[in-house]
Structures are given as structure tokens and as C-alpha cells.
């Protein structure tokens, strides 16, 4: 059974540039949710998508948005990119489970 | 808002011995997670926990939960290396919302 997927790996984008990330969940899962990961920060929520409707948002600005497929593959976008927006992208799914399976992540390096 | 309190942040301790990562949350959850980090990776795991008084164990790691409390207890029993890593806990008052600690970054030694 393949595991949560993410894409890219590692990117590196330029100050003011937007980005894509990807994230296809286990089969069968519905619901997919992303965080992000920095030094300072830890873990924070992002954003949470069951059956391509958002369900919860956190704490970040206008410029991370997201959407959620019918296939369930999710994607995450960051506008006007800044340093601070350098970090580990994890996205994470679950089904009917009680258990939230996470991807190996998208390293973003902003410079 | 929602806390989530792990402590200690470093733990450093020798091959063969028992301690314990504590977790601390403000509001009511209707699960707790335990997590494992090892550098550049990914979460994998560990246990979830879903009522008061669950007990739940894999090898040498313990977990429980008090939500009464509302605390959550790692117990690592006889430590090896391989459990170098760093621990985090998480709450999820809303579906799959998790709110996560600092993490505890456990380091083993022989």
C-alpha cells in the first residue's frame, strides 16, 4: 500500500515567486491536511481538506492557499514568497482510522 | 488557544535506562498522538491515544493518557541508541487539527 506522496522533494524558489506543492494521499483516504515545519516555529497547521471542501484553517496569511481535488490529491500554493516561508512542507492524510499517516514532506529554501 | 506543553525540550540519557516525555495540553481533545521525528525526516506513528486511562505500548515505549489532566505520558523503558529521535505530541480538538509540542529531542548513549 504506497504511502502519503509529496512532490517536489526540495525546491528552491526567489523572494516574490509563488509555489506548488503536491500531496497524494494513501487510497481511500479522504482527508488530507498539510503543516508546516521550521526551527524556530516547530509544527504548525496549516489547512485541512475533507472531500474537496476546506475544513480548517490556521493561523497563516491569505498568501498559503489550498485545495483539495476529487481524486483526493491535494495541493498547496504560497504567494509572493518571503525567507520566512523557508521550510519543511509536511502533508499528512488519514481515512476512517484514527491514525494521520505524513509524506516524507517538500523542503522549500527560499532566497 | 490551544497549548501544547512537552517537557523536557533535550533529553540526553544513557543505554539501559527509564524516563519519561510529558505532555501538557490546555483544551479538551478527543485524541492524542505520539509522533517520531529522526533528522531530515518525515513523522512517523507512534500511538494514538483515545480515552482516559488508554495505555498503549510498542517495544520499549509506553504511552498513556490522563484526560482529566489532560496529560499524556512517553515512558521509555531500558533505552538503545536506535531510540535517538526527536518525540513530538499532538492534540486534535477539530478532526484531523492537530496541534503539536516542541518536541523532545531524546539522545542515547552507550
Known amino acids: ?111 | 488557544e490551544l497549548k501544547v506543553e512537552q517537557n523536557p525540550l533535550f533529553l540526553s540519557m544513557q543505554e539501559g535506562k527509564n524516563y519519561t516525555i510529558y505532555c501538557n495540553y490546555s483544551t479538551t481533545s478527543d485524541r492524542l498522538y505520539w509522533y517520531r521525528q529522526d533528522p531530515g525526516k518525515s513523522l512517523e506513528s507512534l500511538f494514538v491515544l483515545l480515552s482516559n486511562g488508554a495505555v498503549k505500548q510498542e517495544g520499549r515505549l509506553m504511552a498513556s493518557l490522563d484526560t482529566k489532566a489532560r496529560l499524556s505520558t512517553l515512558h521509555i523503558t531500558a533505552a538503545v541508541h536506535d531510540l535517538s529521535a526527536t518525540y513530538f505530541c499532538a492534540v486534535s480538538p477539530l478532526s484531523d487539527d492537530m496541534r503539536f509540542g516542541a518536541g523532545t529531542r531524546l539522545t542515547v548513549k552507550p
Open chain 1, 1 to 111: 500500500k504506497a504511502g502519503v506522496t509529496q512532490t517536489p522533494r526540495y525546491l528552491i524558489k526567489t523572494r516574490g515567486q509563488q509555489v506548488t506543492l503536491s500531496c497524494s494521499p494513501i487510497s481511500g483516504h479522504r482527508s488530507v491536511s498539510w503543516y508546516q515545519q521550521t526551527p524556530g516555529q516547530g509544527l504548525q497547521f496549516l489547512f485541512e481538506y475533507f472531500s474537496e471542501t476546506q475544513r480548517n484553517k490556521g493561523n497563516f496569511p491569505g498568501r498559503f492557499s489550498g485545495r483539495q481535488f476529487s481524486n483526493s490529491r491535494s495541493e498547496m500554493n504560497v504567494s509572493t514568497l518571503e525567507l520566512g516561508d523557508s521550510a519543511l512542507y509536511l502533508c499528512a492524510s488519514s481515512g476512517s482510522g484514527n491514525t494521520i499517516y505524513f509524506g516524507e514532506g517538500s523542503w522549500l529554501t527560499v532566497v
